[in-house]
């Protein structure tokens, strides 16, 4: 099996059992070692009083794209925090993708940089997301 087989196994089991990125309809695809990228048609439940996409979706959208982009070691790894900038609007209709890519892990730590695009290729968001692994249970504090 090869690298790439591996982080795509370890990501659709994480997938599998992620009820919050599945029920809103997100798909993981194009998993490779530390990069991941993943689709979101945006509803028109998603729409803001603004009659635009809440930027709480768009962030989710991000947010799954970082967790498959730092799990495909098959680590148990969970965001310890990000920053998030909104640079075009999204509305209902569009079909978004973000591409995750880890930059940097350094012990149990990561950064991941995650751009969101409308296929045109407009970009929608820039996120730097904080990453980190989880202790095995018993190990102490993660």
Known sequence: MTDADQAGAAVAAMMSRDRASGTLGITVHSVEPGRASAELVMTETMVNGHGLVHGGYVY??????????????????????????????????DVLVAEAVERLRFGRSALVDVTVRRPDGAVI????????????????RA
Request: hydrophobic letters at 40%.
């Open 125 to 140: 968001a820039e996120m730097r997301g904080r990453a980190r692994e989880l202790r095995p249970a018993g190990g102490g």
């Open 60 to 93: 989710l959208l991000a947010d799954t794209a970082m967790a498959a982009a730092c799990n495909t070691s098959g680590v148990t790894t969970v965001s310890a925090g990000a920053d998030i900038t909104y640079c075009e609007p999204a509305h209902a209709g």
